[in-house]
Structure formats: C-alpha cells, structure tokens
C-alpha cells in the first residue's frame, strides 16, 4: 500500500510545480506581452492617425482624427522612448516620441508626451487626453499644417531682361456661383470659342463642376494690351469673371515658349518622382527650362504648424522656413530673340533662326516659327541640311591635303549607284569643268564634293563633323540635338551625306555651331545657360586655326562671289547657303543658310522654301538687326 501513496504524493507535487510555474508565467510573462502588444498598437495608431478606442480608457479616435485632419498627408512616426515603469498598482508610465518629417533635408518637428497605461482584466488600456498627442494640445483644439510657398524666382536673359517673371494677371472663367448651370454652360461655350479652347471639354468641367466653382480658361496678363481687350470683352457673357492675381509668366505667351516650357499644375508624374517635395495642386514648371530647373526657381517649401483652438486663432509650435528659388539665367538676347520671332511669325511651315556668340558659344537667339506646332525647331529639329554640309566635307578635303586653290570637276551632273544627283536649278555654266575649290564651294556645285565619297572615306567626315561641333551632346540644359552623320548605308546616301543629303541629319543649333566654329577657329560648344561644371568634352581631331582660316576663306567667297551674296551690304559676312529636297513628288526644298559676321553666327532655316534665298532674308535681316 505504501507505492501508491507514494506515486499519488509525488504526481501532486509535480502538478503543484507546474501549476505554479504557470501562475508565474500568467501573471508576470503574459502581463508584460500584452502591455508590449498594446503599445505596439497605439503607437502605429498614432503613426497613422487612426487609432482603436479599444486601446483606450475613453473614446479617442474621433478627437484624434480631429486633430490630424489640418495636417494634410503629413503624419508622425510614434515610439516608446523608454521601458515601462510602475508607477502604482496595475498602472505604467512610459514616454512616446513623436516624429513629424515636414520637409526632406530639413529639421523634423520632434518631442515627447507622457502616456499612462493602466490595466484592465487581463488588458492594458491608455488614458487619453489631447496633450498625448502634442505638448500644449488641450481640449477642442488641434493642429493645422500650413505651407508657406516662396516667390518663384525668374528667368532672366543675358542682360538680365526677365524672360518668365511673376506677372500681374487675371485668372479667367466661369465662375458658377455668379449664374445658373445652364447660363454657365452657355457663357463656357462662348469663352470656349474666344478663347480658341476644346470648347466640348470645357463645356463639360463647367457642367461637372459644383455650383460654387470656378473654372479657370486661360491666365491673361495684364499689361498686355490684347489680354486686357480679351478680359472685357469676356466678362460681358454672365459668370464670367476675371480674378486678379499674380503668376509666374513668360514675356509673351509665345517668347521663346519651346524653350521656356510653362509653369502649371503638377502632374501626377512629378508628385511622384519629387520625394515629397512636390504634391498634388502645386504650381511647377512644365516643360523647357521651367521644368528641368524648377527646383532652382522654385526654391524650397516652408511649414508653419500651429495649435488653433475652438475659436479658430492659432498659436504657432514649429516652423520650417521657406527659402527663396534662385534667378535661371540664359545667354538669350531679348531684343534680338523678339527681333528673330516676329520674322518668322508669317512662315506657314516649320522654321528657325538661331544666332551664337562663337567666343563662349553662347545661344542669343533660338526662336522657332509657328509652323513648328509648338517644337523648338531651332533646337531639336532633325533635318538635311542640304549643301550647309560642304563646309563639313570641305573641312575632310583640307585634311586630306586640299586647299581652297585645288582644282576639282564640277560637271553638270553626277551618277552614284544609279542615282543621279544634279546641281542646283541656275547654276551658273561659267562654274562647270576644272575649277578652284573656292569657286566650287562658292556657287555650291553637288557634283565636286560627291565625288569626294570614295577618296575620303565616311571616317574623315564623321571626325570632321565632330571636329566643327555638329555631332557633340549639346550644353543646353534643355534637350537638344545638333547633328548625326551616318556610318554606314547604300553607295547613293553616302554620296549624298557630303552635300547634305542621304541620312545625314541637322538641326539648325546644328549648323549655327559649325559656323560658330570656324569664325571661333575652334570648336564651338553652344551653352544656353552657365552653369559651372558643364564644360563639354574635346572633339577629337580638334579643329585648328589655321582648317578654321581655310573654311572662312571658302565661306567668304559665297558672298563676295557665290549664292549668298545678298548678304554683301552687311559687311564682312561669310556664309554657305544650302537647300535639300525632300518629301515624295512634287519634290520640295528645305532652304538653309549659315553666316558669319564679327563675334556672331547665324543659322537660318525654312522647310517649305523656293529655295535657300527665304533663309538668306531672314539670316540678313537678324544680323543686320545687330548693326
């Protein structure tokens, strides 16, 4: 009888060991998980701004979602600062510290709140009140976030002229609250119509709109003489309305615009890509230089986060300071760019002008017609640029050991693959057979430089295109092309590449920098805006002076005797006309010219032209603009 009372005692005492063992877990290790588990959950509560009232002794979420509501998209990050400690039966006390990045880079707005929890059944609740979320917070009162936007800061012209600045200017709409829905859309189609808008999809943001909106149609400004006529006259039809304001804005609502880009809404792309720096509803560049230096112009957003009581005032508990945006400036001569603008204002097809100063490369002009649609022409337009490319393949014939005195055949006519390229309609007879290279290069004949595909090799005109600037990264800033010369392709393109013809490709930047080139006797990197650091790399072979001495030579013979000489009475001038014919029949010409006079070279180009003579107007009328 004595083993099984011996078994019984012993299997109590192990079921007393693991009772009590159990005992110790359940009232000291659990207690202490549930207190970790529920601060866990307040503080990601508070981290996000949606907290449970079950972690709460009184209800909470509703005056917690208050108060975040005037801090937009900002939110804290909220950890425990310390190990809980006891401070009298079944209550801890801790520290949470709060967080708020108001702005990337700069100082966050940081501090501490004391936070009791205290204990029910076999859960751990906190005791709520409004300074557990920001020291000096009392009841009915919250916080409110304000950003405080700096002026945007302008771009200015060489001499300092402002290109976009902050303008005086009207918002105008259709302003809901003024008229009924239907006279609304009716005064929206009228606008619309003015206005030269998609007058369907303004209609329908007027229909969609609440009865208290105002929806925008155009930003006029109002030294502008047309804008101020188009402000009365619109605010004739009912609702709509003209709101004065101030808004960054370009001299004109065409100067140089291509180039320029705008400043509007951000896009949905930018918000993104900005890293919080730009959010939805802010005024950014758009486009051109606007764009690609808005975080120079636009300078860096402030915070102000205030307390504001029931009573709506506001005491101010942090602040991150806005700071200014800096001044863009650009080598674009204003007079003489508004000078290029309204000579190609009636050009129904694509053109430009575009003048560089060859000592520093710096682009004075860079205007583009109308018929571009909206394309900087002048420095992203891809096109043949006709017998302007001689001078390129002029630069390989010196190379090779020609001078501007070596005879060269000059026939009326030349067969490469059975393609047949012919001279120019006129040339002159006197200029066929033997003739001086300066005389072939001065009255453009195809045939003499054709001829030159096989001898040079498209290597010599690859590294002299590089040599004149033509096939360089352009230094703009902004996008841009120069030039592309083909390696490769039938016998007949790359014939044709030595007159400009083929796959050889320019822009009208593109050839301003190859005559910047020769007048610098270097080779010319154009540059749109300074900026240190942007220095371009050395074309190899570099250009000499005495190859840039040869070339103007030849250039100065097509005014003194050759195709540009309508440029004469400007003085020293050298210059290379050039056409190319392109599209299907009946074939059309684009007309080109590049000229030089003094510090200045000019490219001028038209693609529908009669001929090189409509660039040689415009490039003689811009450079005597200069006199």
Known sequence: MRRPVALALALTLILGVAGLAGGVWWFGVRPAQQLDAALARITAGFSSGEVSDEDFLQPASEQVAA?????????????????????????????????????????????????????????????????????????????????????????????GQPIATN??????????????????VDSARKLAAELGLDEAAFVERVRKAGPRAFIEARI????????????????????????????????????LRPILGYVGDATAEQVEMSGGAIRAGDLVGRGGLQEARNHVLAGTTGFLISIVDPEKEAREVFRVDELPG?????????????????????????????????????????????????????????????????????????????????????????????????????????????????????????????AQADALGVDALVDAAGSLGLTAEPNLVVGGFLGSVPTDGTPAEMAGAMIGQGRVLASPLGMATVAASVAARKTVSPVLVGEPGRAAAA??????????????????GVVTGGTASALGSLGDVAAKTGTASWGPAPVKYHGWVVATRGDLAVAAFVEDATGSSDAVALASALLGATA
């Not at 707005?109 to 557990?132: C, F, I, S």
């Not at 303008?167 to 609304?184: E, M």
């Not at 400004?221 to 960054?248: C, M, N, S």
């Not at 072979?541 to 030579?553: I, M, Y």
């Open 67 to 159: 108060i975040y509501a005037g801090m937009g998209a900002l939110r804290p990050t909220v950890t425990v600062a310390g190990e809980p400690r006891p401070t009298q039966p079944g209550e801890m006390s801790t520290d949470l510290a709060w967080s708020w990045v108001i702005h990337e880079g700069k100082p966050a707005w940081e501090y501490t709140t004391p936070l009791v929890m205290v204990r029910e059944g076999d859960a751990w609740k906190a005791r709520y009140h409004p300074a557990l979320v920001a020291p000096g917070l009392d009841e009915g009162e919250v916080l409110r976030a304000t950003r405080r936007t700096p002026p945007r800061a302008s771009v200015l012209g060489e001499a």
């Open 167 to 184: 303008t005086a200017a009207w918002r105008l709409g259709v302003d809901k609250t003024l008229t009924d829905a239907a006279t609304a």
């Open 220 to 255: 006029l400004r109002q030294h502008d003489t047309a804008d101020r006529e188009l402000a009365r006259k619109a605010q004739q039809w009912i609702g709509v309305r003209a709101i004065e304001t101030t808004f960054p804005l370009g001299r004109t609502s065409s100067f």
């Open 326 to 450: 800096t001044d863009v400036w650009t080598t674009i001569n204003v007079p003489l760019q508004e000078r290029a603008e309204a000579l190609l204002a009636p050009i129904g097809s694509a053109s430009a002008l575009v003048m560089l100063r060859p000592s520093d490369g710096s682009v004075l002009v860079a205007a583009s017609g109308p018929g571009g649609g909206g394309l900087s022409t002048a420095t992203l337009g891809q096109y043949a640029p006709g017998s302007t490319m001689k001078i390129v393949t002029a630069l390989a014939m010196l190379r090779a050991g020609a001078t501007p005195d070596t005879l060269v055949e000059c026939s009326d006519g030349y067969v490469v693959d059975g393609y047949r390229f012919d001279n120019w309609a006129g040339y002159p007879a006197s200029a066929l057979g033997q003739v001086p290279l300066r005389e072939a290069f001065a009255w453009s004949c195809n045939s003499a430089f054709l």
């Open 539 to 556: 074309p190899a072979p570099p250009l000499t002076a005495g190859e840039a001495a040869a070339l103007r030579e030849l250039m100065r």
